[in-house]
């Protein structure tokens, strides 16, 4: 079971930044690192992700705004999200991605909350 321990999230206004973290435990190297969030009444969604060879995706609502990054050395992917608005407003999950013998596996972190406000 891959461990997934993020920090970073707080309170800021509209327009501020704040930069996400996430530190796995075990190698990510080979794994699909992602951040998803979940906003109150909402499903969850994928916000970002990034495979193993750094190819990224974003979600319509965050493009030019956020950036996905991830540093195999030390196990971590984080989120810088710039420009940030009240709608962005969610708890926002680390999750990380692989496949054995053709079997899809993921794992979650507890979620940490981002609020904006207006």
């Known amino acids: 079971q891959v461990q997934l321990v993020e920090s970073g999230g707080g309170l800021v206004q509209a327009g501020g930044s704040l930069r996400l973290s996430c530190a796995a435990s075990?190698?990510?190297?080979?794994?699909?690192m992602g951040w998803y969030r979940q906003a109150p009444g909402k499903q969850r969604e994928l916000v970002a992700d990034?495979?193993?060879?750094?190819?990224?995706n974003y979600v319509d609502a965050v493009k030019g705004r956020f950036t996905i990054s991830r540093d195999n050395a030390n196990n971590t992917v984080s989120l810088q999200m710039n420009s940030l608005k009240p709608e962005d407003t969610a708890v926002y999950y680390c999750?990380?991605?692989?496949?054995?013998?053709?079997?899809?596996?993921?794992?979650w972190g507890q979620g940490t909350q981002v609020t904006v406000s207006s």
């Open positions: 999750n990380v991605a692989w496949v054995v013998a053709g079997v899809k596996y993921n794992s």
């Open positions: 990034i495979t193993s060879g750094g190819n990224t």
């Open positions: 075990v190698s990510i190297s080979r794994k699909v």
